[in-house]
């Protein structure tokens, strides 16, 4: 876009002109630039339809004209209105997520949370009595009975250790090629007094231009083919998904032990292992009446079991193009 001082900027109005060729006059008797609009292509036609008016080279069909200002501009000139912001061929570039696991605390076996103990005299320890185990690593009084059992599953949850997920998003901002306020024409202008199909113009005071617009993409007209791609914001719809993280660690030397008295006293009355199988086990007498269960972590770390993902993007919003001379 040219917003220079010392070559006209216009805007439009609905009177009448004569056609002159005086572009000195046209530019309030500064140069012209060599790129901006002449007789012969440009949309400068030529000044004189009255004080303040020029004749211009109207847009093609689905096109209005528009000005084109700085974004700190809030007033729009003489004869617009409608005033908006807009921004200039937003760029995004691409975007990612990751995830970062942390371990809360060391690993322990004693979670506290129940496993399941299953008695039997099968091999499948299905025919006996089925117990909720604490697994706190504290001692645990009451009654239990191992009559016309000699096997037993303890089925302790997984995971010894506890960790942190967290998600980090590597997003950078949307940036722009510039940012705008733009004003619509309030009354479509007439070409009376104009030749060559020109319509009559009202001038715009520096740092404004004449421009014109259409939505979407389109090529610029001839005779305003300096193009600015503008949206009147951006959607960002880029996000990262949740992510979880699991510990490596697992328990070693797992057992659950039955006591003959209350507190974890008196003789061993039985033996389980934490495998998950059902195995054989050697009950001394029919009862007991306490349990610990007992485990060692290994040394582990936390992994990534579930990673975040990307998604989304930021795409221009009433997207149109404006194009200048």
Not at 1 to 18: D, E, H, K, N, Q
Not at 23 to 30: A, F, P, Q, S
Not at 175 to 185: D, E, I, L, Q, R
Not at 219 to 247: F, G, I, K, M, W
Request: proline share 8%.
């Amino acid at each position: 876009m040219r917003i220079a001082s010392g070559w006209l900027t216009v805007g439009l109005a609905a009177s009448g002109c004569s056609l002159t060729t005086d572009l000195d006059e046209l530019n309030g008797g500064t140069s012209t630039p060599s790129d901006a609009g002449t007789d012969a292509g440009g949309p400068l036609i030529g000044p004189s339809c009255g004080e303040g008016l020029v004749c211009v080279t109207p847009p093609p069909l689905g096109w209005k004209f528009v000005t084109l200002g700085p974004e700190e501009a809030d007033a729009c000139p003489s004869g617009y209105t409608a005033g908006s912001k807009a921004v200039e061929a937003p760029h995004v570039d691409p975007f990612s997520c990751t995830c970062t696991c942390q371990p809360n605390g060391q690993p322990t076996c004693q979670t506290g949370a129940p496993a399941d103990l299953s008695l039997g005299s099968d091999l499948a320890c299905t025919n006996g009595a089925a117990l909720s185990i604490d697994t706190s690593g504290l001692c645990q009084n009451g009654s239990f009975s191992f009559a016309a059992s000699d096997h037993a599953k303890l089925v302790v949850p997984s995971g010894v250790g506890d960790c942190a997920a967290t998600v980090v998003s590597d997003i950078p901002p949307v940036t722009y090629a510039g940012k705008w306020s733009t004003c619509t024409v309030q009354v479509d202008p007439l070409t009376e007094s104009c030749s060559d199909g020109a319509v009559c113009a009202r001038q715009v005071p520096s740092p404004y231009t004449v421009c014109v617009a259409a939505d979407g993409a389109q090529e610029c007209p001839p005779a305003y083919p300096h193009a600015h791609p503008l949206a009147s914001h951006v959607n960002d719809a880029r996000e990262c998904s949740n992510c979880s993280c699991s510990a490596t660690a697992s328990c070693v030397q797992s057992q659950l032990v039955f006591y003959k008295m209350d507190y974890c006293s008196g003789s061993v009355v039985a033996t389980a292992g934490a495998d998950g199988t059902c195995d054989a086990i050697s009950a001394t007498m029919q009862t007991a009446a306490s349990y610990r269960y007992t485990g060692t972590a290994t040394e582990g770390s936390c992994i990534v079991s579930t990673d975040s993902v990307a998604s989304g993007d930021a795409y221009p919003d009433e997207p149109r193009t404006v194009c200048c001379p």
